[in-house]
């Protein structure tokens, strides 16, 4: 059974950088064709694309995020860590991170963490 | 790249059927078949329940099905139930630099 769960501050300033850990079990990112992803909702919109980060290192980032976030893994410890720098308020959200199945393509996400609630302001 | 595009909101009777629209172009929801679909509430995890075009995953209710035609996928979820209700996103492969792309999200109503 594949679980996540994200972890973090539930409240980051204006300016600061913001750092979440998804810890997983159920399986490994040294496992060829393993990807997590991040996803993101801010309160009343939608579900938004952040970041992938598959087993090989090979990283992929939103187009509207890409200057700001950058994603990592630790396969010794079944993390993966997104960095989000400079936050404004507009990043206020629930983050999740999910379990992207193996394929030469992104797939889908199944199954996804509960989420953490972020808030930006000072 | 903008979104996939999703009607706002639907609403449907008990027993009844809806279908929801997810419309996207040729690099994406018409170019392959990773397209997928999730259930939502608030304050819990989304919940897969179709993954490329028209799988259910084991354990959903064959009243949930996909389709596609052309570069608009469509999910349809027959015999309406209460438990229904909650916002439905979809989600595609895309072959330009956002890899991953969700639609707005649909409110799904049961009246």
């Known amino acids: 059974q594949i679980t996540l769960k994200e972890s973090g501050p539930s409240l980051v300033k204006p300016t600061e950088t913001l750092t979440l850990t998804c810890t997983f079990s159920g399986f490994s990112l040294k496992t060829s064709g393993e990807s997590v992803g991040w996803i993101r909702q801010p309160p009343g919109k939608a579900l938004e694309w952040l970041a992938l980060?598959?087993?090989?290192?090979?990283?992929r980032y939103s187009p509207s995020l890409i200057n700001r976030v950058i994603i990592t893994k630790d396969t010794s410890e079944n993390q993966v860590v997104l960095t989000l720098t400079d936050v404004d308020p507009t990043d206020t959200a629930t983050y999740y991170c999910a379990h992207a199945p193996p394929g030469y393509f992104f797939r889908w996400f199944d199954p996804w963490g509960q989420g953490v609630l972020v808030t930006v302001s000072s | 790249q903008s979104a996939l595009t999703q009607p706002a909101s639907v609403s449907g009777s008990p027993g009844q059927s809806i279908t929801i629209s997810c419309t996207g172009s040729s690099s994406d929801v018409g170019g392959y078949k990773y397209v997928s679909w999730y259930r939502h509430h608030p304050g819990k995890a989304p919940k897969l329940i179709i993954y490329?075009?028209?799988n259910r995953p084991s354990g959903v209710s064959d009243r949930f099905s996909g389709s596609k035609s052309a570069n608009t996928a469509s999910l349809t979820i027959s015999g309406l139930q209460a438990e229904d209700e909650g916002h439905y996103y979809c989600?595609?492969?895309?072959?330009?630099?956002?890899?991953?792309?969700f639609g707005g999200g649909t409110k799904l109503t049961v009246l």
């Open positions: 989600t595609s492969y895309s072959s330009t630099t956002t890899l991953v792309l």
């Open positions: 490329e075009v028209n």
């Open positions: 980060i598959f087993w090989n290192d090979d990283k």
